[in-house]
């Protein structure tokens, strides 16, 4: 597989780090991935070697070449996939709760990546080793949607629609609360959390601490009593990025365990039986109640139009089919 190239100039302001700039840009890549690349003068800034912690300026001219991967330790396993469309560029996948999308330390099997290689011969390199095809992720406990690349100029392609937001992705959220708005627009940079590093956070002292633009679009979908049901298109796609903006407006995720979805109460103007069979429904949540449900983005080839829908998961079916049936506003 031969190596793939990505050139990027910046246009707007500076002052980032590079390796920053790069991570904002290169979804499929971590950064200390880029942090080697940098390192190994596989990253050119104005046709000259950088340093990571260089800080862009208008006008620079950014060069990255990403090798070809490394024959992966990573096992391929037979894992059943939910393939909702396949061609020899792309595969579209329902992942399932539960599902890591890609190995990392302590969790090297189960994952989507182990299934992808059982499934696929052909995966483009350009998220290296631990990261086969994988063009953007979902958190473990969040179903839904996901494309992978089975050639480099398909992850180039995908990319740069995410990038430039011509990609566009959808999920549905269960929150607490009834929310004050019908829409809204969090627009509130997402960091690592200053004290606990297990957790992402949103950053307000950003001179402080490391934090990038995160902004997510909410729509109400549907109202019940104690809770809300959202759409939520993103802009942006940081790690959590709708728990956190969910749970900054006062709103977490039901379900989720990180943001405060498992903490609230259920409301009290629910009868006693109506309180148990809620609780016995949340309880059952295989994770937060967040499903990216729907994905469409340009063919990579043929530049056709290409979009998806699935349903939600079971658990959160049948907590939503309760709200609906005794609840809705």
């Not at 246009?11 to 840009?25: H, P, Q, S, V, W």
């Amino acid at each position: 597989m031969n190596e793939t190239t990505r050139e990027f100039v910046v246009e707007n302001g500076g002052g980032e780090r590079l390796d920053i700039f790069l991570a904002d840009r290169i979804e499929s890549l971590s950064r200390s991935t880029i942090r080697k690349l940098i390192d190994s003068n596989h990253v050119l800034v104005n046709s000259s070697p950088s340093r990571a912690s260089y800080k862009v300026a208008l006008g620079d001219r950014i060069r990255v070449t990403i090798p070809p991967p490394e024959p992966p330790d990573i096992l391929p396993e037979e894992i059943a996939l939910d393939v909702v469309y396949e061609d020899d560029h792309i595969i579209v996948v329902n992942k399932p709760k539960g599902m890591t999308v890609h190995p990392a330390p302590g969790s090297r099997h189960g994952t989507l990546v182990n299934a992808i290689l059982a499934h696929s011969k052909s995966l483009s390199g350009v998220g290296g080793v631990e990261r086969p095809g994988i063009v953007h992720r979902l958190d473990k406990d969040t179903s839904g949607l996901l494309v992978v690349a089975k050639t480099n100029q398909a992850h180039a392609s995908l990319q740069e629609q995410l990038q430039k937001r011509t990609a566009e992705r959808k999920y549905i959220a269960l929150v607490w609360g009834e929310t004050k708005f019908n829409q809204a627009v969090v627009d509130a940079p997402i960091g690592r959390h200053p004290t606990d590093r297990q957790r992402m956070a949103v950053i307000k002292d950003t001179v402080r601490y490391t934090a990038r633009d995160a902004i997510t679009n909410l729509t109400v979908r549907e109202r019940f009593v104690g809770f809300t049901l959202l759409e939520a298109k993103l802009d942006t796609g940081r790690t959590h990025q709708i728990r956190v903006h969910c749970a900054f407006i006062g709103h977490p995720v039901v379900g989720d365990p990180t943001y405060g979805g498992t903490t609230r109460s259920i409301p009290a103007s629910y009868d006693k039986q109506g309180r148990r069979e809620l609780e016995v429904l949340i309880e059952r949540l295989q994770g937060q109640a967040l499903h990216a449900y729907s994905l469409a983005f340009d063919h990579p080839v043929i530049a056709e139009r290409l979009s998806f829908e699935v349903p939600v998961p079971g658990d959160m079916k049948a907590l939503l089919d309760w709200l609906r049936e005794h609840s809705a506003r």
